[in-house]
């Protein structure tokens, strides 16, 4: 290639770092390795409510740990910096272009209201129209609308999109040109009426301005490919060429999410995984090796990638898979790096178990056995114990299923924190909802109310969650077995209730 190759992942610091984020990391790390280019971390953080430094901070511890080091970025320097957008936007690089956008007549001041905008958009449901903006200031004269803004009313800029044709893109990974009419894309917002750019402006330019050469990224973002090539073309940008990829899928082919697999990186390292092992793994999901291996280093995948050997067709994030070959990294370490690993596993949440489970041990000992529950991938549960004093099978599988359920509906909340104060509230709101008694309601509704009390819903659920009629305090034990084990083990424990 006749020009550097120079590409990158933008993440947003919004919460736990994501798989996605290394898939898509590990893809551009790659491509940029083989062709001896560079690989750049740039955090896209214009969502201020949302973003925070925490979660930008996990972003480069996860990404170091995987090995997918960047050789330009926020904690690492460079010479296209600042690589955080909001110091990008405190040195007005966005304000100028979308002013240049203006001035060409390819952008214009819109001033309409929240309220307007919701009149719109209720008026164009009421018609069973296409939700979006009516154009209604595109045509107005660019004087009058400066005058507008220097008395100070409130305005965004937006994109003048075409209003006839199409758009068509050649995306190298897919065999049939990308299309989509113009008159179904709205005039994007580029820049807020607080003076922030949304990530349409702030991507394009910032890949300009870092020499960025390829945008690998995934398939989500090709209903806002028009977007990106139009403000290329108006500004006067040659366009990086734009690569989508498969997003990951749950087995069942839905978008990979929290409520049906792990998707926190931090969670496998706190699990015990090897960055190695995860590595290979998500490379088996979009490129093959072409010598058929499933097994290999990053260093070897390096040397024979290839971008037109990625499979865009949904890669399945199969955590069983996974672990078949998590167990051949792991079988296969030295004994001082296995010691090394089983040390850095109990370690990692020692100081969260050690003050749950102290009250119940009498030598150093008894802490494996008290503690086995949160580290065992499974537990053994019995019938005997699962049932609690005065239920059925039936019973207790019904009440398992509702907390199952509340719990992975809580799980999957935008914002929802897997900590005992919230898990408490919530499941005693819930065993509150369930053992009212409506007036008028019949002796079989007055018995299934009066089984949603403290002791036997808590013993149930403890039986479940650890195996054991003894654990420590309920909520506390829920809040370090994380999401994914409780409900995982409520599910098996319904299972052994059939």
């Given at each position: 290639?006749?020009?550097?190759?120079?590409?990158?992942?933008?993440?947003?610091?919004?919460?736990?770092?994501?798989?996605?984020?290394?898939?898509?990391?590990?893809?551009?790390?790659?491509?940029?390795?083989?062709?001896?280019?560079?690989?750049?971390?740039?955090?896209?953080?214009?969502?201020?409510?949302?973003?925070?430094?925490?979660?930008?901070?996990?972003?480069?511890?996860?990404?170091?740990?995987?090995?997918?080091?960047?050789?330009?970025?926020?904690?690492?320097?460079?010479?296209?910096?600042?690589?955080?957008?909001?110091?990008?936007?405190?040195?007005?690089?966005?304000?100028?272009?979308?002013?240049?956008?203006?001035?060409?007549?390819?952008?214009?001041?819109?001033?309409?209201?929240?309220?307007?905008?919701?009149?719109?958009?209720?008026?164009?449901?009421?018609?069973?129209?296409?939700?979006?903006?009516?154009?209604?200031?595109?045509?107005?004269?660019?004087?009058?609308?400066?005058?507008?803004?220097?008395?100070?009313?409130?305005?965004?800029?937006?994109?003048?999109?075409?209003?006839?044709?199409?758009?068509?893109?050649?995306?190298?990974?897919?065999?049939?040109?990308?299309?989509?009419?113009?008159?179904?894309?709205?005039?994007?917002?580029?820049?807020?009426?607080?003076?922030?750019?949304?990530?349409?402006?702030?991507?394009?330019?910032?890949?300009?301005?870092?020499?960025?050469?390829?945008?690998?990224?995934?398939?989500?973002?090709?209903?806002?490919?028009?977007?990106?090539?139009?403000?290329?073309?108006?500004?006067?940008?040659?366009?990086?060429?734009?690569?989508?990829?498969?997003?990951?899928?749950?087995?069942d082919k839905s978008k990979i999410s929290k409520r049906k697999n792990p998707t926190n990186l931090?969670?496998?390292?706190?699990?015990?995984?090897?960055?190695?092992?995860?590595?290979?793994?998500?490379?088996?999901?979009?490129?093959?090796?072409?010598?058929?291996?499933?097994?290999?280093?990053?260093?070897?995948?390096?040397?024979?990638?290839?971008?037109?050997?990625?499979n865009v067709a949904g890669p399945v994030f199969d955590l069983v898979k996974l672990k078949n070959?998590?167990?051949?990294?792991?079988?296969?370490?030295?004994?001082?790096?296995?010691?090394?690993?089983?040390?850095?596993?109990?370690?990692?949440?020692?100081?969260?178990?050690?003050?749950?489970?102290?009250?119940?041990?009498?030598?150093?000992?008894?802490?494996?056995?008290?503690?086995?529950?949160?580290?065992?991938?499974?537990?053994?549960?019995?019938?005997?114990?699962?049932?609690?004093?005065?239920?059925?099978?039936?019973?207790?599988?019904?009440?398992?299923?509702?907390?199952?359920?509340?719990?992975?509906?809580?799980?999957?909340?935008?914002?929802?924190?897997?900590?005992?104060?919230?898990?408490?509230?919530?499941?005693?709101?819930?065993?509150?909802?369930?053992?009212?008694?409506?007036?008028?309601?019949?002796?079989?509704?007055?018995?299934?109310?009066?089984?949603?009390?403290?002791?036997?819903?808590?013993?149930?659920?403890?039986?479940?969650?650890?195996?054991?009629?003894?654990?420590?305090?309920?909520?506390?034990?829920?809040?370090?077995?994380?999401?994914?084990?409780?409900?995982?083990?409520?599910?098996?424990?319904?299972?052994?209730?059939?």
């Amino acid at each position: 290639m006749s020009v550097p190759v120079r590409v990158r992942i933008a993440p947003s610091p919004t919460g736990d770092p994501h798989v996605g984020t290394a898939y898509i990391g590990l893809l551009n790390y790659c491509f940029a390795r083989h062709h001896g280019g560079k690989f750049v971390l740039r955090i896209e953080d214009t969502d201020q409510q949302r973003c925070s430094e925490a979660s930008a901070q996990a972003i480069y511890a996860s990404l170091k740990w995987l090995g997918l080091v960047y050789d330009e970025g926020p904690d690492v320097g460079g010479e296209r910096g600042p690589y955080v957008q909001s110091e990008r936007v405190k040195l007005g690089m966005y304000q100028r272009y979308a002013e240049q956008l203006i001035e060409q007549g390819d952008a214009y001041y819109c001033f309409c209201t929240a309220r307007e905008l919701d009149a719109m958009k209720a008026r164009q449901r009421a018609n069973n129209e296409p939700i979006m903006y009516d154009r209604r200031h595109r045509g107005a004269d660019l004087a009058e609308s400066r005058a507008r803004v220097a008395k100070g009313e409130p305005y965004v800029i937006r994109l003048k999109v075409p209003l006839e044709g199409e758009h068509v893109y050649k995306d190298r990974l897919r065999k049939l040109p990308v299309a989509k009419g113009w008159k179904e894309i709205d005039d994007q917002v580029l820049l807020k009426s607080d003076g922030w750019p949304t990530y349409h402006l702030a991507a394009v330019v910032d890949d300009h301005l870092m020499g960025i050469t390829h945008v690998i990224r995934a398939e989500e973002w090709l209903n806002s490919l028009p977007k990106h090539t139009l403000l290329n073309q108006k500004l006067g940008f040659t366009p990086p060429e734009y690569v989508h990829v498969g997003l990951l899928r749950n087995a069942d082919k839905s978008k990979i999410s929290k409520r049906k697999n792990p998707t926190n990186l931090l969670w496998y390292r706190e699990q015990g995984f090897l960055p190695e092992a995860l590595v290979n793994f998500l490379a088996t999901l979009g490129h093959s090796h072409p010598d058929g291996r499933e097994k290999f280093t990053l260093d070897e995948l390096v040397s024979v990638f290839d971008l037109d050997r990625i499979n865009v067709a949904g890669p399945v994030f199969d955590l069983v898979k996974l672990k078949n070959l998590q167990g051949q990294y792991f079988r296969e370490l030295s004994p001082e790096r296995m010691r090394a690993e089983v040390h850095r596993a109990v370690d990692a949440r020692f100081d969260k178990l050690l003050p749950l489970v102290k009250e119940r041990m009498v030598v150093g000992g008894d802490f494996i056995w008290q503690a086995e529950p949160f580290y065992a991938d499974s537990v053994t549960h019995h019938v005997e114990d699962l049932v609690p004093k005065g239920w059925d099978k039936v019973q207790t599988k019904t009440m398992l299923e509702q907390l199952q359920q509340a719990l992975k509906q809580f799980a999957a909340g935008e914002g929802s924190q897997w900590d005992a104060p919230s898990l408490e509230a919530l499941i005693r709101g819930l065993m509150e909802s369930r053992s009212q008694v409506p007036e008028g309601a019949t002796d079989e509704a007055r018995a299934a109310a009066q089984l949603w009390q403290n002791k036997p819903v808590f013993m149930a659920l403890r039986v479940a969650a650890t195996g054991k009629r003894e654990s420590p305090p309920l909520f506390d034990t829920l809040a370090v077995l994380g999401s994914t084990k409780t409900l995982e083990r409520l599910g098996l424990a319904q299972q052994k209730l059939r």
